[in-house]
């Protein structure tokens, strides 16, 4: 089939002018001067008050490629940046590209033995790391290619008062790594580039390697996945569309992790070159989450489900004002729509213009495939495509397209498609195929379908699909309809095996604040989901808990409470 013959059901959405995605052949650090040379003035990120203009900013990401080539990183190696969102991340990622190396990003709640794992794995050579790690680093360290290690503290970049006051209060009790030549901390790391007068900037393409993130590993065997300079600047490229209400000068809350896809890309690369400030957090406080949105008051509102959540539980946020928001942004986990209509709700009555607008993306895809904007934010939805990017339905077992409405696996072309797994060409092979239309697509595992619109609906993974005699249950489904109860406030459907069914299903419930676990409220949960499902899908058990255990990017681990039944 002529791909440019071929029409597709999301197009009314656009312009045709909107289909013209350029990317230039350049690294993602090149890029991003010529996309800010004009910014110079404006602040680029914002860290507890303190403003780095796009002026400084520069400043400090040349200090710090010349201090990464006087530590004799060369083109092509792996620098390791294991931190909490600070403006260090930030200036070393992009130093990183500039000098033609590769920036690998690790979570730093990480064990000890996945750092590890990282670091070998990638062959890294520098780490960039959050100077509360020394007690793992020291133990690992010596299994691996690293010769040098920055600590960093999130001090660091804070106004002088607030750097004091973390020092007394937080820095002092932390193990300290031990004067050596191993070891070395960010001040000091940082001030190597005054001393070094040779070239720094190295010019690569478009389809080299610039990053290495890993997956969760919540659905089956952690992968690293390769990102090149083209997935970061083809994002840009069709944020320009998508997020069109952003003008130079707004700002963003940048609170989702940058080791993560969605913070790395959504909260920091695609502002800094849209010259949208970032304000980056370190960690998330839901007590003085309100203090954060009074003082900064941001244009973009990013987050995951669990933020979203923590902000209708906090009480102080009764006199916070969402008037200036133009996009709220929730991505890493569907929510359901009960809960949805609820957060509307609440930005409504708090003087927001904006409702929520859902995405779907993952890693390979470097961030959102599909977004609940230019009209297609339908409840329920992740949207439509972004602009440039394809969707297709696919059956799982045939290959053939589903029409619209019709569930099949979720699959992906796009200018941001990742490269490839790192050391691992059969899951690469598996997961990037070719299709009849001439286009590589990633098949996602996931489960959803297209509207009569284009307009995506995401259903679940395909590998939560619980088979019970023969049938298929959907959990999320199955969640969903659950938290409908007027009683309930989450749940998480496991299969575990039946000697007659091949698997049976149970509901783990956790009741809403205030509501105890009587005979009452049992019943009326069973006899609601008896109304609401066909029998087959109907819990054979309901557990109640106080919470649920969640990995450490905040998805409910549903694994572990499989693991948690199979051991009774």
């Given at each position: 089939?002529?791909?440019?013959?071929?029409?597709?059901?999301?197009?009314?959405?656009?312009?045709?002018?909107?289909?013209?995605?350029?990317?230039?052949?350049?690294?993602?650090?090149?890029?991003?001067?010529?996309?800010?040379?004009?910014?110079?003035?404006?602040?680029?990120?914002?860290?507890?008050?303190?403003?780095?203009?796009?002026?400084?900013?520069?400043?400090?990401?040349?200090?710090?490629?010349?201090?990464?080539?006087?530590?004799?990183?060369?083109?092509?190696?792996?620098?390791?940046?294991?931190?909490?969102?600070?403006?260090?991340?930030?200036?070393?990622?992009?130093?990183?590209?500039?000098?033609?190396?590769?920036?690998?990003?690790?979570?730093?709640?990480?064990?000890?033995?996945?750092?590890?794992?990282?670091?070998?794995?990638?062959?890294?050579?520098?780490?960039?790391?959050?100077?509360?790690?020394?007690?793992?680093?020291?133990?690992?360290?010596?299994?691996?290619?690293?010769?040098?290690?920055?600590?960093?503290?999130?001090?660091?970049?804070?106004?002088?008062?607030?750097?004091?006051?973390?020092?007394?209060?937080?820095?002092?009790?932390?193990?300290?790594?031990?004067?050596?030549?191993?070891?070395?901390?960010?001040?000091?790391?940082?001030?190597?580039?005054?001393?070094?007068?040779?070239?720094?900037?190295?010019?690569?393409?478009?389809?080299?390697?610039?990053?290495?993130?890993?997956?969760?590993?919540?659905?089956?065997?952690?992968?690293?996945?390769?990102?090149?300079?083209?997935?970061?600047?083809?994002?840009?490229?069709?944020?320009?569309?998508?997020?069109?209400?952003?003008?130079?000068?707004?700002?963003?809350?940048?609170?989702?992790?940058?080791?993560?896809?969605?913070?790395?890309?959504?909260?920091?690369?695609?502002?800094?070159?849209?010259?949208?400030?970032?304000?980056?957090?370190?960690?998330?406080?839901?007590?003085?989450?309100?203090?954060?949105?009074?003082?900064?008051?941001?244009?973009?509102?990013?987050?995951?489900?669990?933020?979203?959540?923590?902000?209708?539980?906090?009480?102080?946020?009764?006199?916070?004002?969402?008037?200036?928001?133009?996009?709220?942004?929730?991505?890493?986990?569907?929510?359901?729509?009960?809960k949805n209509i609820e957060i509307n709700e609440f930005l409504t009555s708090h003087g927001s213009p904006e409702v929520l607008q859902q995405g779907y993306g993952m890693t390979e895809t470097t961030g959102p495939v599909t977004f609940g904007s230019m009209g297609s934010n339908k409840l329920g939805s992740v949207g439509c495509p972004m602009v440039g990017n394809v969707v297709r339905i696919l059956d799982p077992e045939t290959g053939k397209e589903k029409k619209p409405k019709e569930i099949g696996e979720i699959c992906v072309n796009s200018v941001v498609m990742m490269s490839r797994y790192l050391n691992n060409p059969k899951d690469t092979e598996k997961t990037l195929q070719l299709y009849k239309d001439g286009r590589y697509y990633i098949h996602t595992g996931d489960l959803g379908y297209l509207d009569e619109d284009g307009v995506l609906f995401y259903v679940q993974r395909m590998k939560r699909i619980i088979i019970s005699s023969g049938y298929n249950i959907y959990p999320q489904h199955v969640e969903n309809i659950l938290r409908e109860n007027e009683y309930v406030k989450d749940a998480c459907l496991v299969g575990v095996p039946h000697p007659y069914k091949g698997e049976i299903a149970k509901a783990f419930i956790i009741l809403k604040d205030g509501v105890e676990e009587s005979y009452t409220v049992k019943r009326s949960i069973m006899e609601y989901a008896e109304k609401k499902l066909v029998k087959y899908m109907l819990p054979r058990e309901y557990i109640y808990k106080k919470e649920f255990p969640r990995t450490k990017y905040m998805k409910v681990d549903y694994k572990k409470l499989e693991e948690e039944l199979l051991q009774k």
């Amino acid at each position: 089939m002529n791909k440019k013959e071929e029409k597709f059901l999301w197009e009314h959405f656009y312009k045709k002018s909107d289909f013209n995605i350029n990317v230039p052949d350049m690294s993602l650090y090149e890029y991003m001067t010529i996309e800010t040379n004009k910014f110079n003035d404006l602040a680029a990120i914002t860290y507890f008050g303190k403003k780095i203009s796009y002026k400084v900013f520069l400043e400090y990401i040349d200090r710090c490629a010349k201090s990464l080539k006087s530590l004799g990183i060369r083109e092509g190696d792996v620098v390791t940046i294991c931190m909490p969102n600070t403006p260090e991340v930030a200036i070393t990622f992009f130093a990183i590209n500039k000098i033609g190396a590769i920036a690998n990003m690790i979570h730093p709640l990480s064990a000890e033995e996945e750092i590890k794992d990282y670091l070998i794995k990638t062959k890294s050579v520098l780490m960039i790391c959050f100077n509360r790690l020394y007690s793992k680093v020291k133990n690992i360290i010596k299994d691996t290619s690293v010769y040098k290690v920055v600590f960093a503290s999130p001090s660091d970049s804070m106004p002088v008062f607030l750097n004091g006051l973390y020092k007394i209060t937080i820095s002092r009790k932390e193990e300290k790594p031990s004067n050596n030549s191993f070891y070395m901390f960010w001040k000091e790391f940082l001030h190597l580039g005054d001393y070094y007068n040779g070239n720094v900037f190295v010019k690569r393409s478009m389809n080299d390697d610039a990053v290495i993130l890993h997956s969760g590993g919540t659905t089956g065997i952690p992968k690293s996945i390769v990102l090149s300079n083209k997935c970061f600047m083809g994002m840009n490229e069709q944020a320009k569309v998508n997020f069109y209400k952003l003008v130079s000068g707004d700002s963003v809350l940048s609170i989702l992790p940058m080791f993560h896809c969605f913070g790395l890309v959504v909260c920091m690369y695609v502002p800094i070159c849209l010259g949208v400030t970032c304000i980056l957090l370190p960690e998330f406080n839901n007590k003085t989450f309100d203090k954060v949105l009074k003082k900064n008051k941001p244009v973009v509102l990013t987050g995951v489900p669990t933020l979203y959540d923590a902000m209708l539980k906090n009480k102080n946020m009764d006199t916070v004002d969402f008037s200036q928001v133009k996009y709220v942004i929730s991505g890493g986990d569907s929510i359901p729509e009960k809960k949805n209509i609820e957060i509307n709700e609440f930005l409504t009555s708090h003087g927001s213009p904006e409702v929520l607008q859902q995405g779907y993306g993952m890693t390979e895809t470097t961030g959102p495939v599909t977004f609940g904007s230019m009209g297609s934010n339908k409840l329920g939805s992740v949207g439509c495509p972004m602009v440039g990017n394809v969707v297709r339905i696919l059956d799982p077992e045939t290959g053939k397209e589903k029409k619209p409405k019709e569930i099949g696996e979720i699959c992906v072309n796009s200018v941001v498609m990742m490269s490839r797994y790192l050391n691992n060409p059969k899951d690469t092979e598996k997961t990037l195929q070719l299709y009849k239309d001439g286009r590589y697509y990633i098949h996602t595992g996931d489960l959803g379908y297209l509207d009569e619109d284009g307009v995506l609906f995401y259903v679940q993974r395909m590998k939560r699909i619980i088979i019970s005699s023969g049938y298929n249950i959907y959990p999320q489904h199955v969640e969903n309809i659950l938290r409908e109860n007027e009683y309930v406030k989450d749940a998480c459907l496991v299969g575990v095996p039946h000697p007659y069914k091949g698997e049976i299903a149970k509901a783990f419930i956790i009741l809403k604040d205030g509501v105890e676990e009587s005979y009452t409220v049992k019943r009326s949960i069973m006899e609601y989901a008896e109304k609401k499902l066909v029998k087959y899908m109907l819990p054979r058990e309901y557990i109640y808990k106080k919470e649920f255990p969640r990995t450490k990017y905040m998805k409910v681990d549903y694994k572990k409470l499989e693991e948690e039944l199979l051991q009774k």
